[in-house]
């Protein structure tokens, strides 16, 4: 029997193999206060510089272990091919805490750097260029973010689901929204939110609706049902809105579907759920995890061009065993796309960087369950 996700997913709202039990969230928050110091040493290996376009090179958000404290960010300079570890350590070294617990979401906008950190129930803010310090948010529970026209909107599993608006004139929270069972991905477009809710971690519970909120008044336009449960990233490609569901874990595996925010009509791509998906060029490059009955993992790559799907290994994995597949994302310049691999969730995880015909290009150690990656841009001077 083929498995689309491991049984430890059914009561989680984070990827975890260390327990297939139901893990418990507890949610702490910190506040730490930095000043301005020198720089640590920046611990730097080489790897291979690479043509990069107007990419100057990419985060990388090491998750670590929930509950452990041990989330990290990497930076890899494509140009001079240097690969940094502990950059944000680096970068602040006043902050006993270092960058908090469970990484889960990382992204640049208007120069600035953020950074949701679920289990410290945190939005850590820092400077695109540098990743230095600039403030911290308390949203509990925090799951993914967005910006537009000066605030960040950040989901949330407080109160089973809420919405945050945070001012980026003073980053302080402004208001709060009651959304669906908790809420994952969210993507803003004309003027609209669209939320993803899962209900995550009540199996045989979970949400199927997505959650409309009209910025201009910040109140909920309307709940759309779905028919996919346990809905969780979103994703806009050339006018058009992918959605993927994780089902119940069980006789529901999940799906990719398209959503019409005109017309809110449901068109389905793919019977299976996809772990990891970017875009480049017209195409929506895809990743899925398959178990078997021992709970072994499989990665399976795909394409989804207009609107359809099909398999396609387009990178060449000879001589590589991915363990657990974690994250995948393209370069936006040129094509080149990276790989990690969590491997056991506990040790070091791996960072593989391919050039764009599918070809390793390099491999580097990463931190703990490397999860996600954020590119950055020449003018950013990084």
Known sequence: MVKFTHPAFKATGFYTKASRLPVMLVLFTASVLCSCTKDKDLPDTGIIPVESGEVSGFYILNQGGYGSNNATLDYVDLATGQYHTGYFESRNPDMAYGLG????????????????????????????????????????????????????????????????????????????????????????????????????????????????????????????????????????????????????????????????????????????????????????????????DSWNETAMFGKITGGTFSESGFADLSGITLKSCYCLDINPATGDFVISDAGDYKAEGTVYYFNADGSLAWKHTAGVAPAKVCWTLKKDNI
């Open 101 to 292: 617990d469970t990484g889960n979401d990382i992204f640049i906008s208007g120069g600035l750097l953020f950074i949701i950190m679920n289990g410290s129930g945190i939005v850590e803010i820092a400077s695109a260029d540098d990743a230095r310090h600039i403030a911290q948010v308390e949203v509990p529970n925090c799951r993914y973010g967005t910006v537009s026209d000066g605030y960040l909107y950040v989901t949330s599993y407080a109160s089973e689901g809420t919405l945050y608006k945070i001012s980026l004139a003073d980053y302080k929270v402004v208001a709060t929204l009651k959304t669906g069972y908790e809420p994952e991905q969210l993507l803003c477009l004309d003027g609209f939110l669209y939320i993803l809710n899962s209900g995550g971690l009540h199996y045989q519970e979970y949400d199927d609706t997505i959650t409309v909120v009209d910025l201009s008044g910040f109140s909920v336009d309307r709940t759309v049902d779905t028919g996919y449960r346990n809905l969780y990233k979103i994703l806009y490609a050339d006018g058009t809105i992918y959605v993927t569901s994780r089902g119940d874990y069980d006789e529901d595996p999940g799906a990719v579907f398209i959503f019409d925010p005109e017309t809110d009509g449901i068109t389905p791509v793919l019977d299976k759920p996809v772990s990891n998906w970017s875009y480049f060029n017209g195409t929506v490059y895809t990743q899925s995890t398959i178990y078997d």
